[in-house]
């Protein structure tokens, strides 16, 4: 658990040591503005509960050499927690979200959420037990979700992809021993990346996450976009084809009706006599130039560039950052990828923003999950906008 507030000179302190990893008592006086006693009795505290130590002398030029106090990042925990279609993913991160303990699980039936997060808590118990983690150092457990997430009530309010609506997450909270949080999917995503992962110097980033569905995180100034009714960067909706495929939001044409994983395969096998159930068998017959293949893969990138070139005019953002198992497979069509993004236009061209796939990978949302505790907790920045 966590109880310093935030805005008393033990929680600044702490938050500056938090971003900044070391410093000397006189810097921290310094960058506080209190005096080297307060920042003195403050750090002592701080060190009895956990959260720094003194590591060694910095240099000096002459006289005492100043002591340095250290951020530990292993003084506190979180879990991060995926559900998708599909599977449950549990992880135990310390504050650098270094991965402790990682399991994950088949959903058989996604609808009994009751039993999945049964499952999840027992698991919560066994990752404690298996690294000998105190729970009173867990600063609380974060859940990645696909849809539609209102985060101040704890409610999934609709998920189209896995066809659940108003999951009430408040009924789970007396599971666990510590505070809840949920995010979408997307934002986890891109939170994640703002943080840790490709885009981290940058403050404006639009994250693609491509799965079985497809969409986005919306990063601006640093802060996560979500809008008025949570549903800002639902951009897998918008209108990529005028009449086109019925998507399962009940619109024609949506973005995600195209450029979606799903929509690559699917396209495949309607096209093909092999069939494909995999990404990676679909780009093992890309490397072997199976010729419906690579016409399918040109297809979708022409679709995926469609939607990018849309969300580069709406946003010019630093970065777009593709997301999704796809991402893995960047190397094959990141270039032609691109090409078709920047294909000739009055408005922008390939110095203006970065398109990187994903660092994180399939980390990437899991671990903005088990950034949204450490983040409560270090009060950095409210990340909502
Ligand atoms: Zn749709």
New binding site residues.
């Given amino acids: 658990m966590f109880d310093i507030d935030q805005n008393s000179n033990k929680g600044k302190i702490l938050n500056l040591l938090y971003r900044k990893r070391e410093l000397t008592k006189l810097d921290i006086s310094n960058e506080i503005g209190v005096s080297v006693p307060t920042v003195i009795s403050n750090v002592n505290e701080l060190i009895r509960e956990g959260f720094v130590e003194e590591s060694g002398v910095a240099s000096s030029t002459g006289g005492r050499k100043p002591i340095i106090v250290s951020f530990i990042p292993n003084s506190r925990y979180a879990f991060g927690v995926d559900i998708n279609p599909y599977m449950a993913r549990v992880v135990l991160t310390n504050l650098d979200l270094e991965i402790k303990y990682d399991v994950e699980f088949l959903i058989e039936e996604l609808k009994d959420i009751k039993s999945i997060m049964k499952r999840i808590s027992l698991i919560v118990k066994e990752a404690l037990e298996f690294t000998k983690i105190d729970e009173k150092k867990v600063l609380g457990i974060g859940f990645s979700l696909q849809g539609t997430v209102d985060e101040e009530n704890l409610v999934l309010k609709r998920a189209i992809n896995i066809g659940v609506k108003d999951w009430d997450f408040k009924l789970f909270e007396n599971l666990f021993q510590f505070p809840l949080f949920i995010e979408n999917e997307a934002n986890a995503a891109a939170l994640a990346e703002l943080k840790i992962g490709i885009a981290k110097e940058e403050r404006n980033l639009v994250y693609i996450s491509v799965s079985s569905g497809l969409g986005t995180g919306i990063v601006i100034e640093g802060q996560l976009y979500k809008g008025k009714n949570k549903r800002a960067g639902e951009m ?2 918008m209108t990529l084809v005028p009449h086109g495929k019925l ?3 009940g ?1 024609k044409g ?1 973005w ?1 009706m195209y450029a979606s994983q799903k929509a690559l395969l699917d396209e495949f096998n309607e096209l093909s006599d092999v069939k494909v159930t995999k990404l990676e068998q679909f780009f093992n017959l890309i490397m072997i130039k199976n010729k419906v293949a690579e016409k399918c893969l040109n297809n979708y990138l022409n679709n995926l560039a469609s939607g990018i070139q849309n969300i580069v005019l709406i946003f010019d953002p630093h970065y777009i950052v593709l997301g999704g198992e796809i991402s893995g497979y960047s190397d094959v069509y990141l270039d032609s990828l691109k090409d078709k993004i920047f294909d000739e236009n009055e408005f922008y061209n390939r110095g203006d923003f970065k398109l990187f796939p994903s660092r994180l990978k399939r980390n990437s949302s899991i671990l903005g999950a088990a950034l949204l505790p450490i983040q409560k907790a270090f009060l950095i920045e409210q990340d909502v906008i």
């Fill in positions: 897998g909706h998507c399962r939001c619109r949506c995600e």
